[in-house]
């Protein structure tokens, strides 16, 4: 999946971002993608999603979702708990 995400991010623009973030309500989902864009190092500007969820609360979460798992503290500004390793295909 993060092949995909890394083509993906070649063809997404900031205005694309912005537009995101006026409807998509999941703020957990944008934790991850900002977490993810911010360590592929993309052209993208992952701080437009920081700053959308600074506007409100947000809460740790795991990077990959497991029902038995539950996130704890973290030390990263997204607050997501890197629960399994980022590898590319790429």
Not at 8 to 33: A, G
């Given at each position: 999946?993060?092949a995909?995400?890394?083509e993906?991010?070649?063809?997404?623009?900031n205005?694309d971002?912005?537009?995101?973030l006026?409807?998509?309500p999941?703020r957990?989902?944008l934790?991850?993608?900002g977490?993810i864009?911010?360590?592929m190092?993309?052209?993208i500007?992952?701080d437009?999603?920081l700053e959308?969820?600074k506007?409100?609360?947000?809460?740790p979460?795991l990077?990959s979702?497991?029902g038995t798992?539950?996130?704890?503290?973290?030390?990263?500004?997204?607050?997501?708990?890197v629960?399994?390793?980022?590898?590319s295909d790429?």
């Amino acid at each position: 999946m993060l092949a995909i995400s890394e083509e993906l991010s070649e063809e997404i623009t900031n205005s694309d971002l912005l537009d995101l973030l006026t409807w998509y309500p999941h703020r957990s989902t944008l934790q991850r993608l900002g977490f993810i864009l911010k360590s592929m190092q993309t052209n993208i500007d992952h701080d437009l999603i920081l700053e959308h969820l600074k506007s409100g609360q947000y809460f740790p979460v795991l990077l990959s979702p497991n029902g038995t798992e539950k996130p704890g503290s973290v030390d990263n500004k997204w607050k997501v708990v890197v629960n399994i390793k980022l590898e590319s295909d790429l």
